[in-house]
């Protein structure tokens, strides 16, 4: 139970951001992430940058890394676990956005044989995005010690208890 509470937490974890993340946001000066405060990971957070050249957190709550205890393989391999799901990810999604096409197209020609196999392998590559999203938690777990496994899981746990959903839905005001 604790396992697939620790990975469901993980899971959050790592869709979270994918979710939330405005690309065009610019945190103000006076609101500088605490990765970058960090001495340790410093230059980790440092090549994680956008082209405008202001920090971006991606994936791993990174932040975390030094309350976590996490070493510098530690970061370096989930950095390149990161890396090589988002790649695996950028192909799948182009391969979805040409079989989209290609279903249009059918629709259009009124071939309904064809568009519902293109259907079929549209949800094939969107069930292989999930599986790398399992994937990549599961690697991520397996090079965490169980202390820093429950150290993640009280401290995003933490986290949400903190948050202040009042402002996420207008029916949540009344």
């Known amino acids: 139970m604790k396992k697939y509470l620790v990975l469901t937490v993980l899971l959050i974890l790592l ?11 610019h945190p103000s000066k006076g609101q500088m992430p605490m990765m970058s ?5 410093e230059g980790h957070f440092m090549m994680k940058q956008r082209p405008g050249g202001k920090g971006q957190q991606m994936g791993f709550p990174f932040w ?4 976590l205890g996490l070493t ?14 988002r790649k695996a990810s950028i192909d799948v999604k182009a391969d979805i956005g040409k079989l989209e096409i290609d279903k249009k ?11 519902r196999k293109i259907i079929d392998q549209i949800y094939l590559k969107k069930a292989t995005l999930a599986k790398e999203q399992i994937t990549l938690k599961e690697k991520i777990s397996s090079i965490l010690t169980e ?11 933490n986290k949400i208890k903190h948050k202040d959903f ?3 839905h207008p029916e949540w005001h009344k």
Request: no cysteine; charged share 40%.
């Open 147 to 157: 202390d820093q496994k429950d150290k993640l899981e009280s401290l995003l746990i």
């Open 72 to 85: 510098e393989v530690q970061i370096d391999k989930i950095d390149e676990y990161q890396d090589d799901s």
């Open 64 to 67: 975390m890394a030094e309350e």
């Open 15 to 25: 869709a979270t951001p994918l979710l939330a993340q405005d690309a065009d946001h």
């Open 105 to 115: 197209n059918t629709l259009e020609d009124e071939n309904y044989k064809e568009t």
């Open 37 to 41: 405060q960090m001495k340790s990971q």
């Open 166 to 168: 009042s402002e996420k």
